[in-house]
């Protein structure tokens, strides 16, 4: 719970250094500019507020590590809602309005995820988790995304290592291998996911592992 309130907190605090030249920069999201992420962000806080507002009373169907689904097929740019975000965010052609509706819709989700009972149980996406597994799992969602916003943005701080270091760990729980010892986590995570490609170095550590990358996480 205390790390979720953490990666989140530094991706909020990231985005609100960033400079109006900065959100016309590429995002580490194929597709995506920085502006376009920084509005995704707003639709993830909502997701947020909106389960922890929605109580179930069955067995969790899921932890942190099932809630994935896992695919090795990056996403199609005519995804309907990637194509939402991105005239969304065009939309916000004062870049201070939107760091003002990230800070106010995701520290609303940060209080409520604070205030929130960890063993309670919510309803996402057909699947039913306690509260403490689905914030879990968000961890690994900001992180990433973190990575994504600052993927070309080298004076931008980056995710905390605590926040990488878990992420990591989570990745390798949903792919069932660890990623070798000379990889560190935060390159774990970039070519875990297919946020860019392995060299061939790295390529002949990772041996038949190879087989199971990128994984695609939705």
């Known amino acids: 719970m205390d790390l979720f309130s953490h990666s989140w907190s530094a991706l909020r605090a990231t985005v609100a250094d960033l400079t109006d030249e900065d959100f016309s920069q590429p995002s580490g999201c194929a597709g995506w500019l920085v502006r376009d992420l920084a509005c995704h962000l707003i639709i993830d806080a909502q997701d947020v507020l909106i389960t922890l507002a929605t109580p179930a009373d069955g067995t969790p169907t899921a932890d942190a590590t099932t809630y994935w689904h896992v695919t090795n097929e990056p996403p199609s740019a ?3 809602l990637s194509a939402l975000t991105v005239r969304l965010a065009a939309a916000y052609e004062d870049m201070a309005l939107l760091k003002f509706h990230l800070d106010d819709v995701g520290a609303a989700a940060a209080r409520a995820a604070e205030l929130a009972d960890p063993a309670a149980r919510v309803s996402t996406q057909g699947q039913i988790l306690t509260v403490e597994n689905y914030l879990t799992a968000y961890v690994l969602e900001w992180t990433l995304h973190h990575l994504d916003l600052t993927a070309h943005l080298s004076e931008a701080a980056g995710p905390p290592q605590q926040s990488l270091a878990h992420s990591r760990a989570a990745l390798e729980r949903i792919m069932g291998a660890a990623f070798p010892g000379p990889f560190t986590d935060r390159d774990a995570l970039l070519v875990g996911t297919g ?3 392995a060299t061939d ?3 002949a550590v990772l041996g038949s592992m190879t087989t199971k990358l990128p994984l695609v996480l939705g």
Request: hydrophobic content about 0%; proline content about 11%.
């Open 195 to 197: 946020r860019r490609g």
């Open 78 to 80: 005519e995804d309907p």
């Open 201 to 203: 170095g790295e390529r």
